[in-house]
């Protein structure tokens, strides 16, 4: 099978060496991703947003959507903010309801960032 990377230009893919998604077959990962521009001044709701519409654009990439997502990852820096950052994904996923975890972590890669989600999705041939 083919392996196809996608890129969102984010800052971290070219310094880190990374693909934000990859696909292979029916299965895409993509990596762990973060608000950008003016939503990382935002509070937890608005960065996990954004996050999500960033997962949102890569998994199009890659010919998907996030009704294909089986599983979801979400890091947060201040577990306090479990109801913001769940009200985001509840928000973007609705019905699909995928497998979920949600840890809190010392610190992400920007000491701006107070979320950060990966996902993986299956797409139906």
């Not at 939503?39 to 010919?63: H, K």
């Amino acid at each position: 099978m083919t392996r196809e990377r996608f890129g969102s230009g984010g800052p971290f893919e070219e310094m880190y060496g990374y693909s934000r998604a990859v696909r292979i077959g029916p299965h895409v990962w993509v990596a762990g991703s973060c608000a950008r521009d003016e939503a990382i001044e935002g509070d937890a709701y608005a960065q996990a947003a954004d996050a999500l519409g960033v997962i949102e654009r890569s998994l199009a990439q890659a010919g998907a959507a996030l009704s294909d997502v089986v599983r979801t990852v979400t890091y947060v820096t201040d577990i306090r903010d479990t109801e913001k950052v769940a009200a985001a994904h509840r928000a973007a996923f609705g019905d699909v309801l995928p497998a979920a975890t949600l840890v809190e972590v010392s610190a992400l890669a920007d000491p701006r960032y107070l979320v950060e989600i990966q996902v993986d999705a299956y797409v139906e041939a």
